[in-house]
């Protein structure tokens, strides 16, 4: 039977570590946390490089500047003792967590790697770092008893896990495989397709993590955690072994063995989850399928690049005549046939795809081309408003670069050619021609080359139909000693929400202005068009337009507590970001008032106009669920589940895995799901009700995605109240 394999992982755990030295911190769908005065440090982990809960002998890595005077890898202090003894003064840095000094792999002005010292206690710990120039940095970490995080091959916390595969043959012999492969034109380790070989064979996956080492004891076989579970393309596996990794501090190691039931599903997810704790980082392989007696023969396509959405012709022979005996997938996604002959098919490339190998299944067998498919870098989306109705004619952009698009009468949308990186789009809900206007939403997306980057959720709008107030002294608003207008106090309502300013502010506009009028509006049905914090969601969610006005002094906001927040319970108060495109925590407290009806933020708490929310962190679950094509049996590859200000695709299994959804014990819910195909057609529906499980994997019925868009009801926009005099008339747009 398969073993740990300790002796064969230390070449590739050291490439682990110091890949993930050198990584940029990204924060993914958590919140970032400013500090106050003073230097700030942030500590994520080093593996998932998401900010959520970290473990005691965890591996982190800490960002700020000025952490060090020098760059140090650190050795082993004592080699003359057994392991591994790291020193706590690398190059004159020191960490210290609630006191106690960590354990340090690496250190460098703007990073410092560290382990958590294992008598951390649970809860929140003050960090401070010291460099040897005697500058200190502070900040904090949450630290569970389990906190899995999984490393990857290009230390950033997603795609192709840092990991390897032992075949064990059906004489019981093993080879040591890789599951991973570099592509070029990506610039990145891709997954390498894994075969499962023959009836008999048995692939299992190594995979190096931190904080999983803590889950539970082993049972009496010594050998298996039955408080681990790994989701493999939605299957829960229990792993033949989950804990440490006894060449390096830090480090664990969890062996799985991959069901044979994938074979051919392609690009699937894999989660580590710990009952009763958080689930890991989302990775993905691959699994190959089988080749068949007569696979069809791939000799060329009809362009030498694709682009999202648009129209590619495959050349080749022993394709199916019928359409659906055909399944094609472009760097592993799922792409739509639009006709088909014996030698040729006409697909519509699908959003999401990057550059890489074209498979095609039929009935005969399964082959590859020989050739990569050169994807064109793009960005893809949907615009809807808050009613899930798409919104056509809307004009997106990336302005810094001249590169616009305008969404169909489906709400989708793709910008082409865009360069690689960190690009501003903005999504112009003003050119959406209806008074009161929609919003104009900034969006920070990651472009990365060579694929299509479909933002992972549609981009929800909401028109702006909420009282409004004019507001602005009409003083200048850097000039600290112009008299400010200390008129009557500002108040603006709409149903529970209110914005109050003790006195009319001084302001000042994107466009210079230094007076103007505001307009508070509640999101309908709490749709935001970016991801909300892990484990925080709430049902009173407002918007404060035009966007990033700036208030000096600020303005109290009062919220309905319609998620029924203990009252007297502390909030924490979130903002939209528009300059990093995320929500993040502000700097001051709310409070759930005492008869629990309201929560109610400091007196000058909005600073900067945008959406906010206020809500307390829950317990979470991870959902798992599975979308089929009508035929009751073929996954939908690239489908979006949504949830509570969570989403994810799915994977070739038809699988997606929400984590960190903040939900109640026994709760019944339900989860959104959407797919736009690569033809531009949105298809939607709701899953049925299941239950929840605190802590643990909610699993929700398979649902079936109809194949044709039903028919619904038309989309008003109208404007807010309007008044007119018997006898007079009134003219406003319906659009």
Do not use: C, H
């Not at 490089?49 to 700020?64: D, H, K, L, M």
């Not at 070029?184 to 080492?213: C, D, M, N, W, Y």
């Not at 060329?300 to 394709?319: D, M």
């Amino acid at each position: 039977m398969l073993d740990r394999g300790a002796g064969l992982v230390i070449l590739a755990v050291t490439i682990i570590l110091i890949g993930s030295q050198i990584r940029a911190v990204e924060a993914g769908s958590s919140p970032i946390y400013f500090q106050g005065a003073g230097q700030a440090v942030s500590s994520i982990s080093a593996a998932s490089f998401e900010s959520t809960e970290v473990a005691p002998e965890s591996i982190v890595a800490a960002f700020g500047t000025s952490l060090a005077t020098q760059t140090v890898v650190a050795t082993d202090v004592d080699p003359a003792t057994p392991g591994i003894q790291l020193p706590t003064d690398l190059g004159g840095t020191t960490v210290e967590i609630n006191g106690r000094r960590a354990g340090l792999f690496f250190i460098s002005p703007n990073q410092v790697n560290y382990v958590v010292p294992l008598a951390t206690e649970e809860g929140t710990a003050s960090v401070v770092v010291k460099a040897g120039n005697g500058t200190v940095s502070n900040g904090t970490i949450e630290v569970q008893r389990i906190a899995p995080a999984v490393f990857t091959a290009n230390s950033n916390g997603g795609g192709v896990p840092a990991a390897f595969l032992v075949r064990v043959k059906s004489d019981g012999s093993q080879i040591y495989e890789d599951l991973m492969q570099f592509n070029a034109a990506l610039g990145q380790f891709v997954p390498k397709p894994i075969s499962l070989g023959p009836v008999g064979e048995r692939v299992f996956i190594v995979l190096f993590l931190t904080g999983i080492r803590r889950a539970d004891d082993p049972n009496q076989d010594g050998n298996r955690n039955e408080n681990v579970r790994v989701l493999v393309g939605g299957s829960e596996i229990v792993p033949i072994f989950a804990g440490s990794q006894p060449d390096f501090i830090g480090l664990d190691q969890v062996n799985v063995e991959i069901p044979r039931s994938l074979i051919g599903r392609g690009v699937v997810d894999l989660v580590v989850v710990a009952t009763d704790f958080s689930a890991s980082n989302l990775v993905t392989i691959e699994i190959a399928g089988t080749q068949g007696i007569s696979p069809p023969l791939i000799s060329s396509f009809g362009s030498q690049t694709a682009l999202a959405g648009e129209e590619l012709v495959i050349n080749g022979a022993g394709f199916s005549p019928v359409i659906t005996e055909n399944l094609v997938k472009i760097g592993g996604v799922d792409a739509e046939v639009m006709e088909a002959t014996g030698n040729q098919l006409k697909v519509s490339v699908p959003f999401g795809a990057g550059t890489g190998t074209v498979q095609i299944r039929t009935l005969g067998g399964e082959s590859e081309s020989q050739q990569l498919l050169p994807v064109r870098t793009s960005i893809s989306g949907l615009v809807e408003n808050t009613l899930r109705q798409p919104m056509t004619g809307v004009t997106v952009r990336i302005p810094d670069l001249g590169i616009t698009a305008t969404t169909n009468i489906e709400g989708a949308f793709v910008l082409p050619d865009v360069p690689p990186g960190v690009q501003l789009v903005e999504v112009m809900g003003s050119s959406f021609q209806t008074n009161p206007p929609f919003p104009n939403v900034a969006l920070k997306i990651a472009a990365q080359t060579s694929r299509d980057n479909q933002i992972s959720r549609p981009i929800a709008l909401q028109q702006a139909t909420g009282s409004g107030a004019g507001v602005g002294s009409g003083g200048s608003f850097n000039d600290e000693s112009s008299i400010l207008q200390q008129g009557p106090a500002v108040s603006i309502q709409t149903g529970n929400f209110k914005l109050e300013f003790q006195y009319n502010p001084k302001v000042l506009f994107p466009s210079g202005a230094t007076n103007g009028n505001i307009f508070l509006t509640p999101l309908l049905n709490a749709r935001t068009p970016i991801n909300l914090p892990y484990r925080y969601f709430s049902s009173s969610i407002v918007q404060i337009t035009p966007f990033n006005v700036q208030f000096d002094p600020g303005g109290r906001l009062v919220f309905p507590n319609l998620d029924n927040f203990p009252a007297g319970q502390a909030a924490a108060l979130f903002r939209y970001d528009s300059s990093i495109g995320r929500f993040v925590l502000e700097p001051v407290s709310a409070r759930v008032s005492d008869d629990g009806l309201r929560i109610e933020t400091e007196p000058t708490s909005m600073r900067v106009s945008n959406f906010y929310f206020a809500a307390v962190a829950r317990k979470s679950t991870t959902i798992v669920g599975r979308v089929l094509k009508n035929d009751g049996v073929t996954p939908v590859t690239r489908a979006l589940a949504r949830f509570r200000g969570q989403e994810a695709f799915t994977d070739g299994n038809g699988t997606f895995i929400l984590r960190y959804v903040p939900v109640r014990p026994n709760e019944s819910i339900s989860i959104e799901i959407s797919y736009l195909w690569p033809s531009g057609r949105v298809d939607k529906i709701d899953s049925s009700e299941f239950t929840a499980v605190v802590g643990g994997i909610s699993r929700m019925p398979d649902v079936i995605l109809p194949y044709r868009v039903t028919n619904r009801p038309p989309s008003l926009n109208v404007p807010g109240n309007r008044s007119v005099m018997i006898g007079n008339s009134l003219s406003f747009d319906i659009t």
